[in-house]
């Protein structure tokens, strides 16, 4: 008995856990612009005057209201870092793992602080540079899925 | 009036991938009992249990309700602490609290993953905010990919320097039989050779999925003199969140904002009368996910100028033998059970300023340390921990 | 001799279902803003300088579908370049931490904030998962059947009548027609809760809670802030927890051992040797209405298996001699979570004499208490004074 090992059990449980989640007042609207008007609008913080971004209630830095001086954002930037996966991830939210085809950037978004993590359209590795210009490549139709979901990814301009 | 609290026993488990021997609550248990073994007490002898897990990651709600009787909770006060990657260290720090104000004497606080039973890159994706980051499954692993390339760029460390913090990282986990990984890492090119994760990370960058626990006692002045006479005194412990960084989210890419790091070093120097930490304090055990971010660390904590962390590498200062060490145990690099890590870092602190760390104790002689927890959009919780008020 | 902690401003939303047009973080600026303009506090700035150092946030994960909810409201409650930490129970034991931190001395004010969307989860999916993993969940066991279990056994043992446990619902959704932030107040007799849909047996519909989305925010100060602050401020004169063994078939559900020993510590550092007689009104988590009943007797408001006779006797009614759950209880649609300190804010009001209509006249001594798992697994008590 002692030289048999030891058979473990294992219990498996998957049960899906459905949540309904409010995107809120600040981000409700920018998703909205997103599926009506291909249009990237955030709320520039009545405080410190910085884009806050997400859109949100209340500027975290300044700990106050952020006010509703709703500015256009613009969908064109510059590569500053970009990265790309070589396994596959879970991911929780769709359920399902995901294998990354896409290369990620982080994107200085002009004239705004912020600064984006997005798709890049460009799956060639060897084509990437910092330093690139990219811009936003809207889904034509059944926008309305949040940021991820109606920007497919930045493609490559000549700028 | 604040009274005077000191860690009288640690234990935790033998830090590995899988753990099919054992269900959640055996996990803790092995910790919980080497650690008041350790401080030579009873169960009955304690008077409350902090226990601390982020639940979304083995899918168990309420995780310290389940395991009450393996925790030693049942019929005692205690509490749940979940804030993220620091939970580990909260749960001394609100322990430290309570002792303090004399509402205990006698803490018992206790921190664990069992990686196997779910996916800690799933949960740490869900960490975003539903709303906004639903279907970016990226986890802590593509921050500490943006995280490496801001170091590179705004120190110019090379990846042979990520590396030989890597190779450090390993020759300390291979002297210390609690860590999960011992690779037995003879040079650089190893890790350079090693397996791309998400660039420019590789495999042996990052830190792996352990399943551990990490129990540690407390206990006031009055009681400490009845139980050891090896205290070590918990001088002082301080978290600090911030929002994040616009440009990332361990990294400031644009080099413009502030990091909770250099706060929370900042405070609890100032508060603690410390003008030049390097002299002032020995060594530090840190929470480094990946071996970049630990060059960052050093200078965060201000133990050498911005942007030279990798000079220290260079020179072999943080190494067990060198000037300074810094995780002598191996790190989070070579043991990750999430929630415990942090309650690890303090317990090898523990460890080193008693003197018993084994073969992996360091050559100065350690009388001051400092433990360090990360979470969240970089967040930190640091310790304070000396042989002598 | 140590430094009091008291209690300088609270707020709770009205609670609703279907809070949608809010996320977490707006749904809790709702109760921050007011607490921070009520008492001129302000947060810190960017070098930690200002009032608020700490904050102690109360959420769970599993509810917000989040993994670590604080982040959510992070930047709501001042969270940046200061200190917090997330306690995972209901939020009576989120007030007790933040006591801690100021009794230490390590902290001087702290602001408290709790908050769950009930709406925007499955309560059923969601509380198996407390269960242990490999003995009881694919038993699809939740708090609710949990609850019946216990309702059960306490009937049995102690002989406590359906209608007894009606009173409850019937005692306290009235008083909730005098509380404005109540979310189901209703005028009913016992016959009402009785008819009601029979959902796990014995609890009736009416026995139950609604489904509720809220949050509520409290400050607390030392001593001789509190006083500078709010010239009401209200002492947490005693305060503990306790945990119960987790496997319903290891306990009599019958008993509340945890409650018992977590009530006779507070009571003990309040210096309260005769609670029926020296506690004013008492705020009990009633999540289902036999609850109110049981835990009274844990309690120790009234002898085991008691409580019945004294709601026969009207004895917990507003005007009666120990008003209980004035506010309506967690029964007139209190959110988990957010339960606990629902309990504290009625206190408060109650102790400040700011109850209106449900006024007790000269309460100076109150008992909140808060549960949390399955049959009240873990358990927290809290005594304040106004005095």
Redesign the interface.
Known sequence: MADEPQEYIKVTYTKPRPYRWAAGEYLSRLYQECRDNKKLMTVRCQHCKQHVWPPAKVCGRCKKLSGNDWVEVSDKGTVVQFTYTNFPMFDPHAGRYITEEYPFATIDIDDSEIYWVARLEEKDKSKLKTGMRVQAVWREEDRGGGLDHDILYFRTIEE | ??RRVAIVGVGQTYHKSHR??V??MELVNEAVRPALADAQLRMKDIDA?YVGN????E????P??????FSG????????????GTTGA?IL??A???V????FDKVLVAAFEKQDSG?S???????????????????A??EF??QA??YIKHSGATEEHAAMVRVKADKGACRNPYSHLKLGLKSVDEILSS??????LRLFDFCPQSCGACAIIIATEEEVRKITNKPVWIADT??????IF???AFCD??DKE?Y?QE?AAE?IYKRNGITNPYKEIDMAEVYEPSDWEEMLIYELFGLCPRNEGWKLVEKGITEIEGEWPVNPSGGVLSSNPIGATPTVRIAECVLQIRGEAGEHQCTKDIKTAFATAL???NWTSMILLKRSL | MADRVGIVAVAQTKFQPNRDEVNAGELVWETIEPVMKETGLNFTDDDGNGDIESIVTCSQDFWDGMTISSMGVMSFVGGHHATEDKIAEDSLNALFAAYAQILSGHFDMVLVSTHTKESMGDRSIIETAAMDPVMMRSLGLDFFIAGALQARRYMEKYGVTAEQIAKVAVKNRGNGMKNPVAQEPMNITVEDVLKSKMLVDPIHQLDTKPVSDGSIAMILAREDKARKITDKPIWITGVSNCYETHYLGDRDLAECDALVAAARRAYKMAGITLPAKEIDIAEIADEYSYQELLWMEGLGLCGRGEAGRLIDAGVTQIGGKLPVNTSGGMLCGNPTVVAGMARVAESVLQLRGEAGERQVPGASVALAHGATGAAGQHQCVMTLSNK
Not at chain 2, 59 to 62: A, M
Not at chain 2, 64 to 69: L, T, Y
Not at chain 2, 73 to 84: C, D, E, Q, V
Not at chain 2, 238 to 243: A, D, T
């Open positions: 009036m604040a099919p021997d269900s959640q249990v982020m639940e979304t990651f899918g168990i709600y309420l310290d309700h389940s395991m009450v009787d909770a049942y019929m005692k006060p205690g509490f749940k602490i979940a804030s993220g909260s720090e609100e430290f609290h309570a303090s104000a004399g509402i996916d890159t799933g949960a740490i994706t869900a960490a975003t905010t539903p709303a906004w980051g639903k279907g970016q499954a990226r986890g692993i593509h990919a943006k390339l801001s397996e791309p994760l998400e660039y420019p301080i978290c600090v969140h911030q929002e616009r440009a990332g890419f644009t502030r909770s706060i405070r979470g969240g959009p």
